[in-house]
């Protein structure tokens, strides 16, 4: 449960595009799950209901979405 009080509002406004995997992860910690594909890594922070996730390509974070957080 520690885990899932990074994953809010707040803290996914403080990610920005261009960020490093490091970076993203001393904002809201551990992923839940990373998968890569063709050079894109895909992270997702919290469960299919309540979730961060971000894109990686080449280190640098690429995409950035966020499903009801509070």
Known sequence: LAACSKLNMENYQRLKVGQSYDEVVAI???????????GVRQCQW?????????????????????????
């Open 46 to 70: 919290g469960d299919d209901n309540r979730n961060i996730r971000v894109g990686f390509v080449a280190g640098a974070a690429l995409t950035l979405s966020a499903h009801n957080l509070k």
């Open 28 to 38: 809201v910690g551990q992923p839940a799950r990373c998968d890569e594909l063709l």
